[in-house]
């Protein structure tokens, strides 16, 4: 109980000495202040209007210094104006960017000189789109009697993107463009679809009954970018009125569930024709099969169009633009990631490499500990860099000590797979020590290199302890994949062979 008293006294003496400084330090600062400002006021004005200038100055620095080193700054992967709202002078200033970061650009900038051609062309496209054998080709060919469509009763028949003309009731020339029916077993033609339906100034989303969740995916896709659309219900000759009001109804509801604001008159029941089989009975009680053509019924549609364009004739070919403005930007994004991938694989390498020269380079213990941590720090800001992310400076010192954290329980696993991985390479099957660790070191920051991008990659900006999670998680897997590069790359920096 002594001891007790005698350390709370103590600590009340520590507190009210440390009360009696801060008076003391503030009473000083106070009379140094007005001392400060009563000269000030006396002298010249621009010492005073200098001053204050000067103090104003410092306390803004400071406040800056203290936002950079405390505050969490993020830039998303794009960091730049939504897709959706893009100009042509946003998207041609990103190119720029991309391209002098040697950034590959050309399906983007092909997409552009596409646009271009058109403007100049001052055509009306009309895109016919739909899976595969709902009759997109028939519909073009009732349109156009004289155009050479390929028509098949084989679904699938289109291959590739055809034009044909025609011209509507007020004698504008119109391009209908008919697209590979998506759900094929085809690679690559669904996206040729889909990105000729952006191009377009309106689509004509073909179906022949109730839409699949694959249809209605990509009708909301296509509205999400605000594209002018028609649904056409083709075939309906097929269902009875009863069942074609049923279906239409369905239509119209689940053009209501994606958010569409596609007008009652933009949801037409037709039919395209064609050739059907018949059945005729002879007199001598034999069967005969013929083929009749069944006369088409697309008076709704041409209707349609025609009503479309006249309504949103000011507005469709903006419309168009900003979708091809969209589509530029998804090839560019697609060309960005392809390039973060490749670049990030070369710091992760050469991060890796610097780490193996540093381990076997270290001449006393600890030092390999500060060179490591300097490789750490370099590779994770690069790598940030790559990403568009800019973190603090704490955020990459906590990334850093919480991986180091966990290296503890992964060097064991490091040092056992990297002796295991020497053995492979003739004359090194019994070393041990230095080449070892080195190994080992590279395999650890090889993999925390690829977990930091994956953190990356899903949230656009460094989380230290994800990015620390994703390490202790992966580490394994990463050893694994990676100890027979890593073992060739501390093999060709043993001084033996330099």
Known sequence: MKLDRVIRMFAAAVILLLFIVAIAALLFVTES????WDRLVE?????????VGVMVALIVAAVWLVWRLVIRRRISPSGKTPASRLTRTEIEERLRTAEAAGIDTSKAQAELRELASRQQAGAVHLCFFGEISTGKSSLIKALVPDADVD??????????????RWRNQDGAEILLTDVPGTGGHDAGLDELAIEEAQRSHVVLFVCDGDLTRAERAVVDRLLTIDKPLVLVLNKADRFDVEEQAALMQRLLEHLDAVGGAVARDRVVAVSAGGE????ERKA????EVTRRRRPADIGVLVVAINRLLAE????IDKKRDRAVFRLAADKLAEAETAYRVQ???QIIRHSTRKAIIGSVAAVSPGTDVLIQGYIGTAMTQELCKLYGATPRDLDIEEFLNLSQSRVGRALPLSLAVAGNALKAFPGLGTVAGGLVHAVAYGLIFDALGRSLVLT??????LLPDLAAKEFEEGISEYIETGVRRIAKMAVDEKPDNN
Not at 312 to 315: D, E, F, Q
């Open 43 to 51: 002298g010249p004005r621009a010492l005073l209007y200098g001053y």
């Open 33 to 36: 202040a007005l001392n400060v």
């Open 151 to 164: 028509v098949d009763v084989v679904g699938g028949s289109t291959r590739d993107a055809r034009s044909y």
């Open 284 to 287: 001598d009680g034999s069967e």
């Open 343 to 345: 670049r990030s694989e």
């Open 456 to 461: 990356l990659n899903q949230h656009g900006e």
């Open 312 to 315: 949103s004739a000011h507005s």
């Open 276 to 279: 059907v089989d018949v059945i």
